[in-house]
């Protein structure tokens, strides 16, 4: 079963995810989580947390009390690849992630959320659950106002919000901002609202954990 928010939470909560890093906007990200004592769900690229310049990133991830998940190694749209691809991009990725966090890894996202049961079928053998959204602004290609006011009219306790702190190294410059500084600045103006309404961020097994 995909994880897309829980209709039946009491707390006042919400998980705010992120996808395509580590980056040089990930610290960011974090840095506001951490000002309104949140947390967040990082689905990271096998790729960028391969690079040693990248990985550390990860690392403060774990260490500010967030959370890591399996992003794929190089962000293809998985049911276009065969089964053995798809067995490669999830181990390659997971074994790069684990190593950089020292975390053993629960929770994957398909890019793009192309996904289907052959592929499942493909990566059932890791074991992960995947996480999917119950809302997504197109905060890649927004400016920052106009993600804000997506995110925060739709804003329930339970929602799974999924934003973007980085970009596949990869990714043609026509399909979306050149960096994720639009991002950043509506994540905190976000996070400034939910706290205003008396929400939290926090991870995807926090989520599930609370009442």
């Given at each position: 079963?995909?994880?897309?928010?829980?209709?039946?939470i009491?707390?006042?909560?919400?998980a705010?995810t992120?996808?395509?890093?580590?980056?040089?906007?990930?610290?960011?990200?974090?840095?506001?989580l951490?000002?309104?004592?949140?947390?967040?769900?990082?689905?990271?690229?096998?790729?960028?947390?391969?690079d040693?310049?990248?990985?550390?990133?990860?690392?403060?991830?774990?260490?500010?009390?967030?959370?890591?998940?399996?992003?794929?190694?190089?962000?293809?749209?998985?049911?276009?690849i065969?089964?053995?691809?798809?067995?490669?991009?999830?181990?390659?990725?997971?074994?790069?992630?684990?190593?950089?966090?020292?975390?053993?890894?629960?929770?994957?996202?398909?890019?793009?959320?192309?996904?289907?049961?052959?592929?499942?079928?493909?990566?059932?053998?890791?074991?992960?659950?995947?996480?999917?959204?119950?809302?997504?602004?197109w905060d890649?290609?927004?400016?920052?106002?106009?993600?804000?006011?997506?995110?925060?009219?739709?804003?329930?306790?339970?929602?799974?919000?999924?934003m973007?702190?980085?970009?596949?190294?990869?990714?043609?410059?026509?399909?979306?901002?050149?960096?994720?500084?639009?991002?950043?600045?509506?994540?905190?103006?976000?996070?400034?609202?939910?706290?205003?309404?008396?929400?939290?961020?926090?991870?995807?097994?926090?989520?599930?954990?609370?009442?």
């Amino acid at each position: 079963m995909t994880i897309e928010g829980r209709d039946d939470i009491r707390e006042p909560i919400v998980a705010l995810t992120f996808d395509d890093g580590p980056s040089e906007w990930t610290g960011q990200v974090l840095q506001h989580l951490a000002e309104h004592d949140g947390h967040g769900t990082f689905f990271a690229l096998g790729c960028l947390a391969a690079d040693e310049r990248r990985s550390p990133t990860l690392r403060r991830v774990v260490e500010s009390g967030s959370e890591v998940g399996n992003h794929t190694y190089s962000h293809p749209s998985l049911p276009t690849i065969g089964d053995a691809e798809i067995h490669d991009e999830l181990e390659r990725a997971g074994t790069v992630i684990e190593a950089a966090t020292g975390t053993t890894l629960r929770y994957w996202r398909p890019p793009f959320f192309h996904v289907d049961e052959r592929v499942r079928e493909a990566i059932a053998p890791f074991g992960l659950e995947e996480v999917g959204c119950s809302m997504m602004p197109w905060d890649w290609e927004w400016d920052s106002d106009r993600t804000v006011e997506f995110v925060l009219e739709r804003l329930r306790p339970g929602s799974v919000v999924c934003m973007h702190d980085g970009r596949p190294p990869d990714e043609p410059a026509e399909l979306s901002r050149p960096t994720r500084e639009a991002t950043v600045e509506a994540v905190g103006v976000i996070l400034e609202a939910m706290t205003a309404r008396g929400l939290r961020s926090v991870t995807i097994s926090e989520l599930l954990a609370a009442d």
